[in-house]
């Protein structure tokens, strides 16, 4: 682990806030704009939130969905109470309810993994606290702890993510990031953009191309807004402008997150990632995800099958609400696309860097966290 990071390495702004009784949402839509928070305490809302893109990034998605699940459990324990006489007993009517509310969730953003890993993972703890004898009641304070527990192994999981990261970049790298894989993604200290701040203040003199990352523009909006709080030196660039550096030299280092990650090390990530990592590996450049083992899926044993989310034409016809084209123009608009394992110099998780082979390292990262 890099030694010399400074105390200043803090978390970045946390996508969630609970206020007493309400969830809210850091409302990323608004952002740089204004800072401001979505309501999303009911089932309803969060489901809209994730589908809408208040919240985005994968593991910040996994974590708004856990502490969705908890607040619907809490929800189902207060209705529990006034339940009446002849109705399902109360466990059954209580899993049903929270089975279908995890499947809505489920179905919100296809391609980041992190989201059935959370539901999974509050849908066992639930299960559990049945099983044991637990009432609604206690089952449902189960679940909100387990989403914590959640917030707060992703925090962890960051801030190792950035050190071990750290520890590669190199003194003086000029770097490119794609979309935004900073706090508001990851919560806290962020993957690809937390390995970023963490060189940052380790004083390594870094400097950044951010890919403003059309059609969403979340490198424009999110990443340049995250890396102006810690004054990191970066420039905006359209996402065609990569190459053109990297035929310079003028890029020693390319890093991005991940949505979704297959055994072989196959990545997906935001559309365009894939083209910075062709261009990468053309001007030997290395090339980099920082994801935690969330992100990967230990069913899938390569990137073939990878669900790709594909969304609304609306994204790519407009920019800022204004019309791109002609009217009646058709467009195509898938949000991810799958960089291939050949591609990746290395995958930088809380367990530390992996390489290729990865179906090895993998399957050994893997393990060692199961076993904890
Ligand atoms: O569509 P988005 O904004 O949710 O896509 C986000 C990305 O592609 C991120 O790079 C990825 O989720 C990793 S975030 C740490």
Not at 29 to 41: G, N, Q, S, V
Not at 99 to 108: F, H, M
Request: with cysteine; net charge negative; glycine share 8%.
């Amino acid at each position: 682990m890099s030694a010399s990071l400074t105390m200043s390495f803090l978390p970045g702004v946390l996508p969630i806030k609970i206020e007493g009784e309400r969830l809210l949402l850091v409302d990323q839509r608004k952002l740089p704009a204004e800072l401001c928070y979505f309501d999303a305490t009911s089932r309803d809302q969060m489901v809209f939130a994730i589908k809408d893109m208040v919240v985005r990034g994968a593991p910040s998605i996994g974590v708004a969905a856990a502490f969705g699940l908890a607040f619907e459990a809490r929800r189902l324990a207060s209705a529990a109470k006034h339940e009446e006489q002849g109705q399902l007993p109360h466990a059954q009517a209580f899993l049903n309810e929270f089975s279908l509310a995890a499947e809505e969730l489920n179905q919100t953003r296809p391609t980041a993994v992190n989201l059935v890993w959370a539901t999974r993972r509050m849908a066992k703890v639930v299960e559990a606290a049945f099983a044991s004898g637990l009432s609604c009641a206690e089952t449902a304070s189960q679940a909100y702890l387990e989403a914590e527990a959640i917030l707060s192994e992703h925090l962890s999981a960051n801030l190792a993510i950035s050190q071990y990261g750290s520890e590669l970049v190199p003194s003086g790298a000029r770097l490119i990031t794609h979309c935004n894989a900073g706090g508001l993604a990851a919560c806290g200290y962020g993957t690809a953009l937390g390995v970023i701040r963490a060189a940052h203040f380790d004083r390594k003199n870094i400097s950044v191309y951010v890919d403003e990352t059309r059609p969403r523009n979340q490198g424009a909006k999110l990443t340049m807004w995250e890396l102006a709080q810690d004054q990191v030196p970066s420039t905006l660039i359209c996402d065609s402008m990569s190459g053109h550096l990297m035929s310079k030299g003028q890029i020693d280092m390319v890093i991005t997150g991940a949505d979704r990650i297959a055994l072989n090390g196959d990545s997906a990530n935001k559309i365009g990632t894939y083209n910075l990592a062709v261009l990468a590996h053309y001007h030997k450049v290395p090339f980099y995800i920082a994801a935690p083992l969330s992100t990967f899926d230990s069913n899938l044993v390569d990137g073939k099958t990878i669900p790709i989310e594909e969304r609304d034409q609306g994204e790519v016809l407009t920019i800022y609400g204004a019309p791109t084209t002609v009217p009646g123009a058709q467009a195509f608009n898938p949000g991810f696309d799958v960089t291939p394992a050949q591609l990746i110099s290395g995958i930088i998780t809380e367990v530390g860097v992996l390489r290729p082979d990865y179906v090895d390292s993998i399957a050994e990262a893997l393990l060692q966290s199961a076993k904890k």
